[in-house]
Antibody, heavy 122, light 107 residues
Framework: QVQLVEGGGGVVQPGKSLRLSCTASGFTFSGHAMHWVRQAPGKGPEWVAAVSDDGNDKYYADSVKGRFTISRDNSKNTLNLQMNSLRTEDTSVYYC???????????????WGLGTLVTVSS | DIQMTQSPSTLSASVGDRVTITCRASQSISPWLAWYQQKPGTAPKLLISLASSLESGVPSRFSGSGSGTEFTLTISSLQPDDSATYYCQQYHSYSLTFGQGTRLEIK
């Protein structure tokens, strides 16, 4: 069955960096675009970034553009999110989510991970 | 970005009631509308995509309808397990955006 397991969350000071990872299993990872979605405490989900199956095409939310970088390693079935210049408003649970097809235009997300909590605080 | 507006924000209903949640988009997004269910401490779960297509394993009491900018999620006969927060999401174009959520409580 499809499994997505996020890791790398924790407490970090404003201005610092953090790298999240998502390990996929139960499906052909290299055949699917992938997304990151976050959810601040008590708020609705907010889409963060997307990457195509081959890693060549990417989209970002304006709120993270220039600070966050999405990438993937298909040899390790891993999706990454490098987060730099973190702000208090980046505090959220971060979920990785599978798209239902392979290109960057695949925006329907059918499976989500359990999430990892990132807290940005001094 | 496309803005998504849900109503109501909170809904209280009894077991067996018919419940409807509305989602409006700031521009036409047909048919790229999804509904998610989220229970506390868990990830959102995809219920419906393409505005009206029920995901595998989702009970048939859930249905979606609508087109253009106005969409609805209907639960035909509310069950205790349906207590959750429901979100609509447009996936017509980037940035993908969600509604603010509807918290459904069982009386």
């Amino acid at each position: 069955q499809v499994q997505l397991v996020e890791g790398g969350g924790g407490v970090v000071q404003p201005g610092k960096s953090l790298r999240l990872s998502c390990t996929a299993s139960g499906f052909t990872f290299s055949g699917h675009a992938m997304h990151w979605v976050r959810q601040a405490p008590g708020k609705g989900p907010e889409w963060v970034a997307a990457v195509s199956d081959d890693g060549n095409d990417k989209y970002y939310a304006d709120s993270v553009k220039g600070r966050f970088t999405i990438s993937r390693d298909n040899s390790k079935n891993t999706l990454n999110l490098q987060m730099n210049s973190l702000r208090t408003e980046d505090t959220s649970v971060y979920y990785c989510a599978r798209a239902d097809c392979n290109t960057i235009e695949c925006k329907r997300t059918d499976y989500w991970g359990l999430g990892t909590l990132v807290t940005v605080s001094s | 970005d496309i803005q998504m507006t849900q109503s109501p924000s909170t809904l209280s209903a009894s077991v067996g009631d018919r419940v409807t949640i509305t989602c409006r988009a700031s521009q036409s997004i047909s048919p790229w509308l999804a509904w998610y269910q989220q229970k506390p401490g868990t990830a959102p779960k995809l219920l419906i995509s393409l505005a009206s297509s029920l995901e595998s394993g989702v009970p048939s009491r859930f249905s979606g309808s609508g087109s253009g900018t106005e969409f609805t999620l209907t639960i035909s006969s509310l069950q205790p397990d349906d207590s959750a927060t429901y979100y609509c999401q447009q996936y017509h174009s980037y940035s993908l955006t969600f509604g603010q959520g509807t918290r459904l409580e069982i009386k």
